[in-house]
C-alpha cells in the first residue's frame, strides 16, 4: 500500500484558512533565561546550565534569547556577562537583548557588557502604560516620557540597538500608545514589544491592538520598525494570543522553556515551536526539543507535568486496548508514519520520541502480547499473556514494567501443567 497523507488525514484546520503558515517566517525570541526566572517557584540555573540552554536554543532554531537583567544585582551583571561572552566565543547565532528598566542604571550596565564583549545587545527598556498602573504608582504621561527619553537617547547615543516595551500594553489607552511608542521611535528605537503582562488579552484583542500599532503608529513614523508580542497565560490564553499576532503581522514572538515566568507564566517556547513545526511555519529539526525542556526543567527545578503537550511522560503512553489495538495493527502494516499517528494528532518521531504502550486495567490482551514482544518475551505462550492480563484486570492503574517483569517470572516458575 502506497501512504498518502493527504489522503489518510483530512485536514479541516487548512479548509477557509485565511493565513498561510508555510510562508510564515516569524522570528523567536526565548525568554527563559529572564522573564522565566522571575517565576517564584523557580531556581536560577547554574551558569553552566544556562550556557547549555543557549546552545540548544541555536539547535531548535531559536533566533534571539533575552539574557538578562544586569541591573537587578551582582549575579544578574555577571551572568549576563558570561551568557554574552558565550555567545561570542562560540559564535552562537544568537540574537542577544537584555531587559532594562527606563532608568539609567538599568541601561548602564547593559552597555558595559556589549563595549567589554564586543557584542551588540538590543537594549529592551521597559515602562508601564495602562492607565491602572499609572494611577496606583501617581504616574503622569509626562512623567513616563521623561524616563523613556532619557533611557532610549542613552542608549542609541551609546550605539545600541534599542526594543521599547510597554508593559501592561493590552490594557493601555491608545493616545498614550501613540505618545510613549511614536517618540520612542522617534528618539531611535527600531523595535517595539507589545506586552500582555498580566495575561489580559483575547485573540481578538490582540489582532485589534496589533493593526492599531501598526497602522497608526509604525507606518506613519516611516521607520524601519520591527514589532514583537510578549505574552502570559493567567486566563489560559498564551499560546492561542501568541498564533493571533503573528496572524496579525508581528516580527517576533516571545517564549519560555515549559511556559515559565510570573504567576502562571509565559507562552510555551516549547509548544510554540511544535505547532510552528506542524504547519510549516518552523523548518528547524526539532528532535533536541525533549532535552531543552528537561534541561529547563531541572535547572530550573520545575517538574513536567506528566499531562503536559508532547513532552510529559503521558503525551505518548497508551494502556487502553482499543487504542493499543489501532497502533499495533498499524505497525504490522510496517508503516512507522501510520504508526506515530493513528492515535496521536503529533507524530513523536519528529520530536525525538516515540509511541509507548503500556499494560493496565483498561488493557486488551493486545496490549499484553506486544508488551510481551518488544521485552523478548514469548508471546505466542497463550497460558503467560492471560497470567499477565489477568493480574492486570486486578489493578486500577498501568503495571511497571518491573511488576511485569514479576509476573513473568511468577509464570514460569510455576510446575509444568500435565
Not at 540548544?56 to 531559536?62: Q, R, Y
Not at 493567567?234 to 515559565?260: K, S
Not at 507564566?265 to 509548544?271: A, V
Not at 505547532?275 to 535547572?299: F, M, T
Request: proline fraction near 5%; charged fraction near 25%; hydrophobic fraction near 40%.
Amino acid at each position: 500500500m502506497t501512504m498518502d497523507e493527504r489522503e489518510l488525514i483530512h485536514d479541516w484546520n487548512s479548509i477557509d484558512a485565511a493565513f498561510d503558515w508555510r510562508a510564515c517566517r516569524v522570528e523567536l525570541d526565548d525568554e527563559t533565561l529572564r522573564d522565566g526566572l522571575q517565576c517564584p517557584s523557580v531556581t536560577d540555573p547554574s551558569i553552566d546550565d544556562k550556557r547549555a540552554l543557549l546552545r540548544l536554543m541555536v539547535e531548535l532554531g531559536i533566533d534571539a534569547v533575552d539574557i538578562g537583567l544586569p541591573g537587578a544585582g551582582p549575579r544578574a551583571r555577571a551572568d549576563t556577562l558570561a551568557l554574552a561572552r558565550e555567545i561570542v566565543d562560540a559564535r552562537l547565532p544568537l540574537s542577544p537583548n537584555c531587559a532594562a528598566r527606563t532608568v539609567l542604571s538599568d541601561v548602564e550596565p547593559v552597555v558595559e557588557i556589549a563595549h567589554a564583549t564586543g557584542l551588540a545587545i538590543e537594549t529592551a527598556t521597559f515602562i508601564g502604560s495602562s492607565p491602572i498602573r499609572q494611577y496606583a504608582e501617581d504616574w503622569t504621561l509626562d512623567r513616563l516620557l521623561r524616563a523613556s527619553a532619557e533611557a532610549v537617547t542613552f542608549a542609541v547615543r551609546e550605539g545600541m540597538p534599542v526594543m521599547f516595551v510597554t508593559k501592561d500594553t493590552t490594557r493601555a489607552a491608545p493616545d498614550t500608545l501613540k505618545a510613549l511608542y511614536g517618540n520612542a521611535v522617534r528618539w531611535g528605537a527600531r523595535r517595539l514589544c507589545l506586552a500582555d503582562t498580566v495575561g489580559h488579552a483575547t485573540p481578538d484583542g490582540v489582532r485589534a491592538l496589533v493593526r492599531f500599532v501598526r497602522d497608526e503608529i509604525i507606518a506613519p513614523s516611516g521607520e524601519a520598525v520591527k514589532l514583537d508580542w510578549h505574552g502570559h497565560r493567567d486566563r489560559g490564553l498564551g499560546l492561542a494570543n501568541c498564533f493571533a499576532a503573528i496572524e496579525a503581522g508581528v516580527d517576533r514572538v516571545h517564549g519560555t522553556a515549559l511556559g515559565i515566568g510570573e504567576r502562571v507564566g509565559n507562552t510555551e517556547m516549547d509548544l510554540l515551536l511544535i505547532n510552528l513545526r506542524l504547519l510549516g511555519a518552523h523548518p528547524h529539526e526539532l528532535s533536541r526539543l525533549p532535552e531543552y525542556s528537561r534541561l529547563a526543567s531541572r535547572a530550573c527545578g520545575v517538574p513536567i507535568p506528566p499531562s503536559y503537550p508532547v513532552l510529559g511522560d503521558d503525551a505518548f503512553r497508551t494502556g487502553t486496548g482499543v487504542h493499543a489495538a489501532a497502533i499495533i495493527k498499524a505497525r504490522r502494516k510496517g508503516h512507522a508514519w501510520l504508526a506515530d499517528r493513528i492515535y496521536s494528532g503529533v507524530p513523536a518521531g519528529d520530536f525525538g520520541l516515540a509511541q509507548r504502550i503500556e499494560i493496565s486495567h483498561v488493557s486488551g490482551l493486545s496490549n499484553v502480547k506486544y508488551w510481551l514482544e518488544e521485552h523478548g518475551h514469548d508471546a505466542s505462550d497463550a497460558g503467560l499473556c492471560q497470567h499477565v492480563f489477568e493480574a492486570a484486570k486486578r489493578v486500577s492503574r498501568v503495571l511497571s514494567d518491573v511488576e511485569i517483569e514479576t509476573l513473568v517470572s511468577a509464570y514460569r516458575s510455576q510446575p509444568a501443567r500435565a
